[in-house]
């Protein structure tokens, strides 16, 4: 006797093993749509609550972003640049 090995029925298509499944979510995806079309606040509140996230996500990465992780404008930013505000103002005249 020879090990035979399971072979995937030819004649079913991929779509009819997802059936199930598609069916699934569009049923929890109309569920989704009339519970929020029946209280609007809630609609709202779970639209503008993520929007608000990503908003200060994006914020907050764009100012890290422009301080911390470019590099200075300078030719050699990691030596210290030959002038600083002290020593601006010692040299000013009174």
Wanted: charged content about 15%.
């Amino acid at each position: 006797m020879t090990n035979q090995k399971a072979m995937v029925c030819p004649t079913r298509s991929t779509m009819s093993v997802m059936k199930p499944q598609i069916d699934a979510a569009t049923a929890d995806l109309q569920f989704a749509l009339r519970t929020l079309r029946k209280g609007p606040a809630f609609a709202i509140a779970a639209v503008v609550t993520p929007a608000l996230g990503m908003g200060a996500n994006t914020a907050i990465f764009s100012v890290l972003n422009a301080t911390f992780l470019r590099p200075l404008p300078y030719a050699h930013p990691e030596r210290p640049q030959g002038s600083s505000v002290w020593r601006l103002m010692a040299q000013a005249p009174a």
